[in-house]
């Protein structure tokens, strides 16, 4: 048999450990389907603090902060220049030679395709703004379209001005006329040539929805994947339009109080309570319209500022927890350049951020004056439940039912903010709450009343049992989730097909196969899977990419192919044996998780009995020192030799070793460095004659991992959890006496 294991990219030690939830498995229909924003996005905007007087200087050094500051480790991405860019007359904006709007060479004066430079040279993403119609200047020269014989006259609508908050004077396109998609066309061409990422359009109405269906086209047709983002305060009774156009759309107007001491209220504070809690309501309407590829923009998180942005702690902490259940975009209004030191705690709370990525938005279940409460169920049967007092003055306790939440019995209680864990509560839950202030937790239902599945029986990510679809006579996953109650699969294994470019077992393309189908039954019946990338045998993807860049576009398309929430990779053999290549891997990571906000990842890797040997120490200190902000390293705890039967005591040495090297790399403390480890053991006989792990090891395993809460518990494989028939082949079967998944069914056990 042999030992094909892989690097997992899992989200599961901060899923487990009460911190990011998984994607419940109820999608709204007709989303856009131009690939963007799987999740919502998240970065940054200049308008709530740059407001009108934006520069190059002040947008580089807002990157540089985003940086420095940790935040782009967090998933903050995005850096986006809101509006005041152009260059206005007195007639309204000055324009290029194709009529479109001129860059104000004062504020900009190396030109957007620079600045987009410099900030994708950070690791991040460039942001742009743009509004409807044609500027009026462009209609008094009659300006050419671009590529066309048509004219800007030729497509002006003149009786009808579009709304526009910088230098006005804006008129309609008549989409009817030839020519008018084009000039949007050469519009989105040159936005793609200065390699924007992220295009929000602003002052968008039901009038406008011709122009969103054009700039739709036109950025599809640029070349270049870009962000499509609308704003601001839409007509819910177009909220299926606004989904299958773009990829947000602002619920509401402006967060922004305009009350500060500057020229049009510009300034400390930024907003205010009431501009924040008016978003409670907006939120309870527009939820059934989100999901991935489309989300409810609730507008800026006015966070990293303190007090001055106009908001209590608590009233920030309420702003954050609300965002996050809406899974409403995460995009900072605040100067990065002077974060404080309480806000920055709370914006790299990956639990939080966890909840806003998980691509489901939250419902109202409880609105009885200033109580409220929000929940929302993810797939592997947990709930995340927010309590809120959105009152000014006056503690008041709020409560809710489990059965409201949607189930009966008990449930285990983890605090998302703090991280504590609260234990088992029977019935209901409740908090004693200050003016603005939030309680925000995971729960996992402990009892089996009604219809409900335990926790256990569903216990998601962290389980994930390899499957390898290839060879083994691979049984049917959705056969293995009925059995057993597992949600999730790690499928395998992705290599090289001799080029820097993915495929299952390097020769089975990533769509439109039998790996896919198996996939959509999957999620079909209420699962999810990563994919493992690496393993023993084959062609490694981190040898032959030549690059870390060129690393993570392999890694990039099979994240892209399924719409991955985790990666799973395995790093053995010659590819963990070069330390170029494991410092390309390392590289390579950093690029996609900065690129896929709230993507996790796991890193796999061979063990002694005592923990890493040196190159796994290598790889642990190579990942800190570089800043990667890996989720889980785990590793595989067999092959030692020497017919070891007591391999679930030394499974649990390892894992001390391990827990001890994550500890020291990262500057972790215990509770912290045991969630960010796992281990991924062989059932049976294993590589090395006379070795064998037996059911009983499983359950050493199982305890071990319940007491510290580990970020993984798993296994190779599903394919040889099951007795061997005469004559039948190691790879499909464990070579010890059991019945069908006995394995399988001790880990899943595991509820974090």
Not at 113 to 134: E, M, N, Q, R, S
Not at 495 to 512: A, E, Q
Request: aromatic content about 10%; overall charge neutral.
């Amino acid at each position: 048999m042999t030992r094909i294991r892989s690097l997992v990219v899992a989200v599961v030690a901060l899923m487990i450990a009460s911190a990011i939830p998984l994607l419940a498995s109820a999608r709204p229909a007709a989303a856009s389907d131009n690939g963007q924003s799987v999740r919502p996005a998240m970065g940054w905007s200049s308008w709530s603090f740059v407001r009108r007087n934006p520069t190059e200087a002040k947008i580089k050094a807002q990157a540089d902060a985003m940086v420095a500051s940790g935040l782009k480790d967090h998933g903050f991405v995005f850096i986006n220049l809101d509006d005041f860019w152009q260059k206005c007359d007195s007639n309204g904006f000055v324009v290029d030679s194709y009529g479109r709007w001129a860059v104000d060479t004062a504020k900009f004066p190396s030109g957007m395709k620079a600045l987009a430079d410099y900030i994708h040279g950070k690791g991040l993403k460039f942001g742009f703004y743009v509004t409807p119609g044609i500027a009026k200047n462009a209609v008094t020269a009659n300006t050419p379209i671009e590529g066309t014989s048509y004219h800007a006259k030729d497509i002006a609508d003149t009786s009808k001005t579009e709304k526009n908050y910088n230098c006005k004077n804006m008129y309609y396109i008549d989409y009817e006329k030839p020519g008018a998609q084009e000039f949007v066309n050469s519009w989105a061409r040159q936005f793609a040539s200065w390699a924007v990422d992220y295009l929000k359009i602003d002052g968008v109405g039901s009038a406008d929805i011709p122009d969103v269906q054009a700039w739709d086209k036109a950025l599809r047709a640029s070349g270049r994947p870009i962000n499509f983002a609308l704003s601001n305060n839409l007509p819910i009774a177009n909220a299926s339009t606004w989904r299958q156009l773009s990829n947000s759309w602002r619920t509401q107007g402006d967060v922004e109080c305009y009350c500060g001491p500057g020229s049009n209220g510009s300034g400390y504070p930024l907003t205010d309570w009431s501009h924040v809690s008016g978003r409670f309501d907006s939120a309870a309407s527009w939820q059934q319209y989100a999901g991935p590829g489309g989300w409810n923009d609730l507008d800026s998180l006015e966070l990293g500022n303190g007090d001055q942005v106009g908001l209590t702690a608590d009233q920030r902490r309420s702003h954050f927890t609300l965002w996050a259940m809406a899974a409403s975009p995460l995009l900072l209004g605040t100067d990065l350049t002077h974060l404080d030191s309480v806000d920055k705690a709370m914006l790299t709370n990956d639990r939080l951020i966890g909840v806003d990525q998980d691509g489901v938005a939250a419902k109202r279940i409880v609105n009885s004056g200033v109580k409220q409460v929000w929940s929302k169920k993810e797939s592997d049967g947990q709930y995340v439940v927010a309590l809120f007092n959105t009152g000014t003055s006056g503690s008041t306790s709020v409560s809710v039912n489990w059965s409201q939440v949607g189930f009966s019995g008990s449930g285990d209680v983890t605090d998302l903010w703090s991280g504590s864990h609260k234990g088992v509560i029977a019935d209901s839950y409740s908090a004693t709450l200050r003016p603005g202030e939030t309680r925000l937790i995971r729960v996992k239902p402990v009892s089996t009343a009604g219809t409900l599945r335990t926790a256990a029986a569903s216990p998601g990510m962290a389980v994930a049992p390899y499957e390898y679809l290839g060879w083994g006579s691979p049984q049917n996953p959705t056969s293995v989730m009925s059995a057993t109650g597992v949600k999730w699969f790690t499928l395998a294994f992705i290599l090289s097909d001799g080029t820097c470019n993915p495929k299952w077992d390097g020769s089975r393309p990533l769509t439109g196969g039998n790996d896919q189908s198996k996939i959509n039954a999957i999620r079909a019946a209420g699962g999810d899977v990563m994919v493992s990338v690496g393993g023993w045998s084959g062609a490694k993807l981190g040898e032959k990419c030549s690059s870390a860049s060129a690393l993570a576009g392999a890694y990039q398309k099979v994240i892209n192919a399924y719409g991955l929430k985790a990666l799973d990779i395995d790093i053995e053999n010659t590819e963990w044996s070069n330390a170029t290549v494991r410092q390309r891997v390392v590289d390579a990571l950093k690029i996609v998780k900065a690129n896929n906000a709230g993507l996790k990842t796991v890193i796999t890797f061979g063990t002694t009995t005592s923990g890493p040997d040196s190159t796994g120490v290598d790889m642990i200190k190579r990942a800190a020192d570089s800043g990667l902000a890996n989720d889980v390293w785990c590793i595989m705890p067999f092959d030692f030799g020497g017919g070891s039967t007591n391999m679930g005591t030394l499974t649990t040495q390892a894992m001390d070793g391990l827990k001890s090297r994550v500890k020291s790399a990262y500057g972790y403390s215990d509770a912290t460095a045991y969630a960010h480890i796992g281990l991924s053991s062989m059932n049976g006989k294993t590589d090395d004659s006379g070795e064998r792990v037996r059911v009983a090891d499983f359950k050493t395993m199982l305890a071990y991992a319940q007491q510290h809460h580990i970020g993984r518990l798993t296994y190779w494989s599903v394919n040889r959890d099951r007795a061997c028939a005469s004559g039948t082949d190691g790879d499909a079967c464990s070579g010890v006496s059991q019945q069908p998944y006995d394995y399988l069914k001790v880990f899943a056990q595991y509820t974090g």
